[in-house]
């Protein structure tokens, strides 16, 4: 099985930062493209950034340029950087991960609990 652990969301103020890391473990062949969601009030899941394993990145048009995904391969870990937050960024953030657990397998995609963030004053 493998399991995603996600960690620091909470509670920010408009034009403030968070760090958001997701970190992937159990019976683990290969990380492939890992990525986040998100989920407001109210609205669908929607991409919020994916990054695959040799670093390439893509951004919803919402966050480009406010928002960092990275990885680290060896700790198949996934972080997403967010600054000058708004209001409209509240929701609960997914971790999404495609997962090679052995060699002969297809990928699968796992996700991880949610982690909830809220902008507000």
């Known amino acids: 099985q493998v399991q995603l652990v996600e960690s620091g969301g909470g509670l920010v103020q408009p034009g403030g930062s968070l760090r958001l890391s997701c970190a992937a473990s159990?019976?683990?062949?290969?990380?492939?493209?890992m990525a986040w969601y998100r989920q407001g009030p109210g609205k669908q899941r929607e991409l919020v950034a994916v990054?695959?394993?040799?670093?390439?990145?893509n951004y919803a048009d919402s966050v480009k340029g406010r928002f960092t995904i990275s990885r680290d391969n060896a700790k198949n870990t996934v972080y997403l950087q967010m600054n000058s937050l708004k209001p409209e960024d509240t929701a609960i953030y997914y971790c999404?991960?495609?997962?090679?657990?052995?060699?002969?397998?297809?990928?699968?995609?796992?996700w991880g609990q949610g982690t909830q963030v809220t902008v507000s004053s």
């Open positions: 990054i695959s394993s040799g670093g390439r990145t």
């Open positions: 159990g019976s683990i062949f290969r990380v492939n493209d």
């Open positions: 999404n991960s495609k997962v090679e657990v052995t060699r002969w397998q297809r990928e699968a995609d796992y």
